[in-house]
């Protein structure tokens, strides 16, 4: 089997993230999944995030990507919804979706999770020039 590549999205909403919980899996996660051939990671997040949730977040900026054991990539982004929107469930394998506390988050996720919503915060600081110059870097991947 091949290495598959994937993309996740931490979304904001009045300081809480959101977590989905798919039906086969004993611990929450950010939503996301497989990138599809032919598929930008960019791409790819937001057709998750819509698949898991019904949400259609506004990415701001990449927040990092990670390499597995096995050599495939994990691109993860930060995003933001508007307004009091809740995410529609449950959706293909996600059975449950909730809006939690950064902390309580992080108490939820795997260790790989926890790491990389730990560097999606410190997203926040980064300039608006920046996070632009990434997003247009992205589309050449």
């Known amino acids: 089997m091949g290495t598959r590549n994937s993309a996740f999205v931490v979304i904001y909403r009045h300081d809480h993230v959101l977590l989905v919980k798919a039906r086969e899996k004993r611990r929450w996660s950010l939503p996301g999944g497989t990138i599809k051939i032919g598929e930008t990671p960019w791409e790819a997040a937001l057709r998750e995030a819509e698949e898991e949730t019904a949400l259609e977040p506004e990415l701001i900026g990449i927040s990092g990507m990670y390499v597995r054991d096995d050599g495939s990539l994990a691109y993860v982004f ?34 790989a999770g926890r790491r990389r919503l730990q560097d999606a915060l410190g997203l926040r600081s980064r300039t608006v020039a920046s996070i632009s110059a990434e997003r247009f870097a992205l589309r050449a991947i």
């Open 78 to 111: 930060a995003a933001r919804v508007s307004g009091d929107v809740d995410p529609v469930g449950p959706r293909h394998e996600i059975v449950k979706q909730r809006w939690m506390g950064v902390r309580k988050a992080l108490t939820r996720l795997s260790d």
